[in-house]
């Protein structure tokens, strides 16, 4: 079994910075990408950022510039500042790992989400 644990959400306000975290532990043998992606209630959720293993980010455009997704390959651990936060970037920020395991397997894997509030 594989577990997504994030932490680094609150309440900032507007203009302010967080810095989200999520490691992945259990049978891991190898992880292809990871990212964020986020959800307010009633919409659906949306990517955020996603990382490949070899340190490509891509980002989705509302945070372009503001956002910065960064790895540790030996942690299995992800990271994502967050700076110029926004009101519209309150949301329940979901971990999001493509895992393989030592049988060989290869599955997509969610944390159980933390949330991000920005307002004053």
């Known amino acids: 079994q594989v577990q997504l644990v994030e932490s680094g959400g609150g309440l900032v306000q507007p203009g302010g910075s967080l810095r989200l975290s999520c490691a992945a532990s259990g049978r891991i043998f190898g992880i292809y990408d990871m990212g964020w992606y986020r959800q307010v209630p009633g919409k659906q959720r949306e990517l955020v950022a996603t990382i490949t293993s070899g340190g490509s980010a891509k980002y989705a455009d509302p945070v372009k510039g503001r956002f910065t997704l960064s790895r540790d390959n030996a942690k299995n651990t992800v990271y994502l500042q967050m700076n110029s936060l926004k009101p519209e970037d309150t949301a329940v920020y979901y971990c999001?790992?493509?895992?393989?395991?030592?049988?060989?397997?290869?599955?997509?894997?969610w944390g159980r989400g933390t949330q991000v509030t920005v307002s004053s």
């Open positions: 999001n790992a493509d895992v393989v395991n030592y049988a060989g397997s290869r599955r997509e894997y």
